[in-house]
């Protein structure tokens, strides 16, 4: 059974950081890309950031670039998403999906398999 389990979510102040984690099992990691998704209250699930099966790529939506890193350790079967510069606009339920092969994709249709989210909070 393939599981997703995002964790590091949590309540920050504005500026602060936090380090999402997404550990997999069931199936291994270096086969999928692995995006990482968000919802905001009353919104549609937007796409954040990305990396490539190969890690040859990286990618994120501009209003991240520069405060979010995506990272991924393939001998622990885990992705990171590290926040830093956290603004009160980032708050979120944060998700993270797996595609198999190489490519990212900033549609969530394409992403087979997703973790069950977890909450980040930014305030004051």
């Known amino acids: 059974q393939v599981q997703l389990v995002e964790s590091g979510g949590g309540l920050v102040h504005p500026g602060g950081s936090l380090r999402l984690s997404c550990s997999a099992s069931g199936l291994s990691l270096d086969d999928y890309a692995i995006g990482w998704f968000r919802q905001l209250p009353g919104k549609d699930r937007e796409a954040v950031s990305c990396?490539?099966?190969?890690?040859?790529?990286?990618y994120y939506t501009a209003s991240e670039k520069g405060r979010f890193t995506i990272s991924r350790d393939n001998a622990k079967n885990t992705v990171y998403l590290q926040l830093n510069s956290l603004e009160p606009e980032d708050t979120a339920v944060y998700f993270c999906a797996a595609v198999p092969g190489l490519i990212c994709y900033g549609d969530s249709f394409y992403y087979v398999f997703w973790g069950q989210g977890t909450q980040v909070t930014v305030s004051s």
């Open positions: 990396v490539s099966s190969t890690d040859a790529g990286t």
